[in-house]
């Protein structure tokens, strides 16, 4: 283009004329180009945050499973136990697993790594519900009938700390349903359900609770 400049003065308005029609397709392709990415991005955007909570929702599931085998081999008594982080700038949901030491009736976070704490996905709502009775996430204070194991308190200012779901070492656990879903979505919820026989089932939020 520089040498035509220099070389062809006489066609200089008409390069000029096309050199203006070339900038504006260029932008208006670039603000067609803008929009689409946009588009795109707000689809990924919305695809992947239904895998987020399924991934998050199946690694629950999974834990769930080994907490099974390890309560069974290792003839302990396993407990899950959900909380909320405050230390985040948005609270999230944690969950922890728990084994019950009988020698010093006390309730321990496990060392196995594979059940380390692990941290839920933001703006979620967890429920859960335990033998037909909704449980408080966060609540330590727990009703005495609901309490399967007694802790034994170093000092009267020791808080007592129980699971919310038992799993026992005879490879039961208790009837419970844990609904996860979106704040976006409150509807579309991810559900884990136990029963007494210690079967845990995984249920999407297309599938009905029969």
Request: net charge negative.
């Amino acid at each position: 283009m520089y040498s035509m400049l220099c070389h062809q003065p006489k066609n200089r308005r008409l390069l000029s004329s096309i050199k203006g029609f070339t900038l504006i397709e260029m932008m208006a392709v670039m603000m067609i180009v803008g929009v689409a990415a946009s588009m795109a991005a707000l689809s990924i955007g919305s695809g992947t945050r239904p895998q987020e909570i399924k991934n998050a929702s199946r690694q629950l599931y999974h834990s769930m499973n080994l907490a099974f085998e390890e309560a069974v081999y290792a003839n302990q008594q396993f407990g899950l136990r959900f909380d909320v982080n405050l230390d985040d700038v948005d609270p999230v949901y944690v969950y922890q697993w728990m084994v019950f030491v009988g020698e010093e009736q006390r309730w321990y976070l496990t060392d196995i790594e594979e059940l380390a704490e692990q941290k839920l996905p933001d703006r979620l709502i967890v429920e859960i519900e335990v033998e037909g009775q909704r449980v408080v996430i966060g609540d330590q204070q727990k009703n005495e009938e609901d309490i399967i194991f007694k802790v034994k308190k170093k000092s009267d200012e020791d808080a007592e700390i129980h699971p919310d779901i038992y799993f026992f070492s005879s490879g039961e656990t208790q009837n419970f349903v844990i609904s996860i879903a979106d704040e976006e979505a409150p509807d579309s919820k991810f559900r884990l359900v136990g029963n007494l026989l210690g079967q845990v089932i995984f249920k999407r939020p297309d599938e009905d609770d029969d």
